[in-house]
């Protein structure tokens, strides 16, 4: 089947680090996206990894294990405008039909 | 480049009664992908369409349609609407959707349609 698990929720401290696991299990792997969504926005793209390895852009930073059906997203320097829900999704493929599968989301609350 | 665009951006209706949803995609855009979000179930898939046929289909019911222009414009119509529709109904275009490359399947979304089912 296919499935995508991330936190349902995560704190943390202005100027810290943070770190949003995704654990995902898909028929084919073709990709997979990080996007973030503040309340009452559009989900906006913020990376791509379809290798293994570390993606680096700026403060964001994203990880991929293919074999381990696992990513993170690593955000630094936290600011407060970082406070949004962080989607993960996973290009999946099954014969000649590519979709995307997404995660419910991690909702980040950056404190004082 | 213009974005994606919806509309209407807020929408209340009454059980029953049927409403329609519009998308405009990025210029050279030719899928288009609705969502249903809520805050119980995150985003969930409605049906991709592309060159005015739908390519892929989530799991909702019949009730659920929509429908590709040639200018690659989509809508998506709810009819017979129940309370539980209420949601935040995402438009998302991309190149093709298919491709190899990345850049043919990253999805930009729009602003979204709020939808109130009273």
């Known amino acids: 089947g296919q499935n995508i698990d991330q936190p349902t929720e995560m704190t943390a401290t202005e100027g810290a680090i943070v770190q949003i696991n995704c654990t995902y299990q898909?028929?084919?792997?073709?990709?997979l996206f990080w996007y973030q969504q503040h309340a009452g926005e559009a989900p906006t793209f913020l990376s791509y990894?379809?290798l293994d390895g570390l993606e680096e852009k700026g403060r964001f930073s994203s990880f991929l294990s293919r074999s381990k059906g696992y990513s993170y997203l690593l955000l630094k320097e936290l600011q407060m405008k970082d406070s949004a829900s962080y989607l993960c999704?996973?290009?999946?493929?099954?014969?000649?039909?590519?979709?995307?599968?997404w995660g419910l989301g991690t909702s980040l609350a950056v404190n004082p | 480049k213009a974005g994606v665009t919806q509309t209407p951006r807020y929408l209340i209706k009454t059980r029953g009664q049927q409403v329609t949803l519009s998308c405009s995609p990025i210029?050279?855009?030719?899928?288009v992908s609705w969502y249903q979000q809520t805050p119980g179930q995150g985003l969930q898939f409605l049906f991709e369409?592309?060159?005015?046929?739908?390519?892929n289909k989530g799991n909702f019911p019949g009730r659920f349609s929509g429908r590709q222009f040639s200018n690659s414009r989509s809508e998506m119509n709810v009819s017979t609407l129940e309370l539980g529709d209420s949601a935040l109904y995402l438009c998302?275009?991309?190149?093709?959707?298919?491709?190899?490359?990345?850049?043919?399947?990253?999805?930009?979304f729009g602003p979204g349609t709020r939808l109130t089912v009273t």
């Open positions: 998302a275009s991309s190149v093709d959707g298919q491709g190899v490359s990345k850049f043919s399947y990253e999805q930009y």
């Open positions: 210029s050279g855009h030719r899928s």
């Open positions: 999704a996973v290009r999946d493929h099954a014969g000649n039909n590519r979709k995307l599968i």
């Open positions: 898909t028929s084919g792997f073709n990709g």
């Open positions: 369409y592309f060159s005015e046929t739908q390519r």
């Open positions: 990894n379809v």
